[in-house]
């Protein structure tokens, strides 16, 4: 050993050393963080199946992949800072001597060939993701970034070290060539050589070059480890445990869409007969009450702003970010962790639970975060406020959109229901949709005894439940279906078209009452339960004695297919619920019903967000549309599972949007560009706001919004009434 490699073998221990240390202290820091989360016992069920699928996601990227560029040069970069750890690793053996190598693999050329070209593709991919991070810059002139908020000098640093470390590899093993210490062959390495053949025959090349790598390598780690929020670099690390832990392994994607999580305390679900809010956790008040898969969330999320990118709230204008709500509460949970993990917190009843011996030690700065209401205006020192939470319509584009899993909508739910439960804080204009709820048992307050009107001139007999021996489906018409004048224009058309295709339905009429979706996603669960309850009841005894796959329910409204048979099982209803479009496609596929007659004038269709992205189901309407227009049927831009949200879920259908560009506005222009002159929805909600839209940009004459059933009708059917134009003013 030389004197050069004397010298490189102290520094790369001695940095090596204080880098581990650190290291080991931020580990053990973000540990500490996350398990003062709530328990959430039911993460660890079915190991299988969540190593399954984190490997799927992980190795083959099944998320990132929906960027294909992107995602394809994140796979590469991925890979190499896996991989390619071992060489971080041989490189110690390279400080000692210019000759050394990984013992036993080091001389394999499979191992130099694999390494080489894993190396070639990581420059490319790293280079390929800096290009794209200056192209989206936040500072760039026009158009909105999906890296506006996120701690830009953060990115930078990580991509640089990436660029780095690669090239220096690719450095050692030029110096190993020009000294001829390297033991794989040209056709294997040629980029090795190549670097080999433009530098000098230097003997302690290796060495150096092999100490720069290193102090790059642990430069980098010491970063992170005094940047514990540090999500760009930490999430190397935390998305493999926060997708193995992600809420549902089976799902497709996301696994935060579809049905929430019900209300916990202490992790186990709340019993509303026997819950006492001085005793038992009502939503979330304090960032400790999220659980610690919450707290997981926060930590691990990467600033890369895909859930930014494509939430309808921030393209128009409003204040909510999924991303830069996450990044509060993630800073917001570190700032106050000295406070709570010295004893310190409030109890549900607001009081202190820490003592003055345990928090006299605590930093100033943290005792001052631990006062911050966590829902609040700036004038408050809010962590989140007002404006943010209600923004949201749970359209789930965040949560498709995540790499890492996050489910924002459910965090978001969370602190609704406190707001809603405790402090009774929530957009004065959705009191009245609530109120109607409990007493009306529809958020319109229509009577109950008009809840069969719909059936009101149609030439055949609609049956009731409990007037017929026997049925096949039960329709759930739906308070919109039933109440909302364009909505009961879509009840006529799927119930005309059951008729028609000779399938034995019937209808709940007076006894079907809301399904609660509205309440629930505002943060209402009281409310929510109790109308689920009923319907629960009601359901049950509708199709007493049957077997789960005999208990079909149809639904026209995708907000109610999606509690009957997302939600209603977590309270002993157990059925198979389709959606009308699905019924629709099945019996025009098998030659019941029979579309003659294409509609004029070109169709574009609009995604349900609850129809979509929270329950997958993309092709059945396009088929219907596919057989009514014989495949005259024109995509929007955003289209499937990057849908544009029309403003209506989370409950928003019921409150006033004061802030930015019209949700639907945004939606019905890019409808109207695609030059189709009907906009078919499957969503009564959809249909409401994107009529609004039409009407609002004054083309209610040119353009009309038309469910997938009426659309199928008038090509069945050409004289049937229920296509007539659907252009009536919005209920209220």
Known sequence: MGSVQIVTTILAAAITAVAVWLAVRAVMKMTAVI??????????????????????????????????????????????????????????????????GLPVIGHWTVFGLATEWIGILGLVGIVVLMAIRLRNRPTRPG????FTGSTMWQGYFVEWVVLLVLIFGFVIRGFKVATDHFEYPLWATPLSH?????????????????????????????????????????????????????????????????????MTSEGKPLDFEEADPESDQFGVAQVEQFTWKGLLDFSTCTECGRCQSQCPAWNTGKPLSPKLLVLSLRDHAYAKAPYLLAGGGKDLAGEEKGTAEQLAGVDVLAMAEADRPLIGTA???????????????????????????IEHVDHIVDMRRYQVLIESSFPSEAGVMLRNLENKGNPWGAPQNTREDWTKGLDFEVPRVGEVDDFEY?????????????????????ATLLN???????????????????????????????????????????????????????????????????????????FEVVHHTQLLAHL??????????????????????????????????????????????????????????????????????????????????????TGAKTIAVGCPFCSTMLNDGVNGKGAGEDVEVVDVASVLLRSVKPEAPAGEKETAPAAG
Not at 143 to 146: E, I
Not at 379 to 394: N, R
Not at 617 to 640: C, H, K, W, Y
Request: charge should be neutral; aromatic fraction near 8%; proline fraction near 5%.
């Open 143 to 146: 158009g909105l970034s999906r």
């Open 35 to 100: 398990r003062l989360g709530q328990p959430a016992p039911e993460r660890f069920a079915d190991k299988g199946a969540r190593t399954t699928k984190m490997l799927v996601e992980t190795a083959g990227h099944t998320r990132m992949l929906k960027w294909s560029v992107v995602g394809a040069a994140h796979w590469f970069v991925m890979v190499g800072f896996i991989v390619l750890s071992l060489l971080v690793l041989e490189a110690y053996f390279e400080v000692v001597s210019p000759g050394g």
């Open 588 to 673: 025009v596929s098998a030659g019941k019903l029979t579309p003659v007659q294409p509609v004029d004038g070109g169709v574009t269709y609009h995604d349900p967000c609850y129809l979509g992205r929270h329950n997958r189901i993309f092709a059945a309407p396009r088929e219907v549309l596919g057989d009514s227009m014989q495949g005259e049927l024109t995509e929007m831009p955003r289209n499937s599972e990057r849908s544009f949200c029309c403003g209506a879920g989370g409950a928003r259908m019921w409150m006033e949007e004061k802030i930015g560009k019209r949700i639907n506005v945004d939606r019905v222009e890019e409808a109207m560009s």
């Open 474 to 494: 039960l329709f759930w018409v739906g308070c919109a279906g039933a109440f909302e004048d364009r909505a009961k224009k879509t009840t006529r058309a799927v």
């Open 194 to 262: 190549a670097v080999g053949a433009a530098l000098p025959d230097w003997s302690a090349g290796v060495s150096v070059a092999a100490l720069i790598k290193i102090v790059i390598s642990m430069t980098w780690l010491i970063v992170i480890s005094l940047n514990v929020t540090m999500g760009v670099a930490w999430h190397r690390f935390l998305a493999f445990p926060n997708i193995f832990f992600k809420r549902d392994p089976a799902k497709p994607a996301g696994s935060g869409l579809g049905p929430l999580r019900p």
């Open 500 to 574: 028609e295709a000779g399938v034995s339905f019937a209808i709940l009429g007076e006894g079907e009452t809301c399904t609660g979706d509205p309440a629930r996603r505002i943060g209402n669960e009281f409310v929510f339960q109790m109308l689920a309850q009923q319907n629960v009841e009601t359901l049950n005894e509708a199709f007493e004695g049957r077997e789960k796959a005999t208990r079909k329910i149809v639904a026209t409204c995708p907000h109610c297919f999606n509690t009957l048979g997302n939600e209603y099982g977590q309270l002993g209803g157990e």
């Open 379 to 405: 004038e408050e020192g809010g962590v989140i406020d007002p404006d943010v939470l209600w923004s949201c319509t749970t359209c789930g584009a965040c949560v498709e959109q995540c790499p890492v899993d």
